[in-house]
């Protein structure tokens, strides 16, 4: 994303010099924008769904025991059902979101995607002490 616009520049300024290499700055320009276009529609789809992601990291507990029980998809989700989401979805190598939603779980739970992070604890100093180290 950064190369892009000075890539956009350089090949202006190829252009507007006339030092030879047309094609290859117009073909700059347009590969340069292209590019731009592509990168902004990822981080608008990426703004779009952020609070959702956050919202399942924070409650992925709760949201994958009701899964595992229910077979529902949460409330919450549903939007993701509407047609203007299904390019993603078969960009995914999805039918529909209820298909991507159970791989995502899936890969989530077997730990594809899953970050542990270790849970503070008053005696964490204690049990580091009663550890034994590791030789490499």
Do not use: H
Request: hydrophobic share 40%; net charge negative; charged share 25%.
């Amino acid at each position: 994303f950064i190369l892009a616009p000075i890539s956009i520049i350089l090949a202006v300024i190829s252009l507007a010099t006339k030092r030879g290499g047309k094609g290859f700055a117009v073909a700059g320009i347009i590969i340069s924008a292209v590019g731009i276009a592509v990168f902004s529609l990822m981080m608008s789809f990426a703004m779009k769904i952020s609070p959702d992601i956050v919202y399942f990291e924070n409650n992925s507990q709760a949201i994958i025991s009701e899964f595992e029980e229910t077979g529902e998809i949460p409330e919450r989700y549903e939007k993701y059902r509407s047609a203007e989401y299904d390019k993603y979805w078969s960009a995914m190598g999805c039918e529909d979101f209820d298909e991507f939603f159970k791989m995502f779980i899936n890969s989530y739970t077997s730990g594809g995607t899953r970050r542990v992070i270790p849970e503070k604890s008053e005696d964490s100093k204690e049990s580091r002490d009663r550890e034994t180290p590791v030789e490499l």
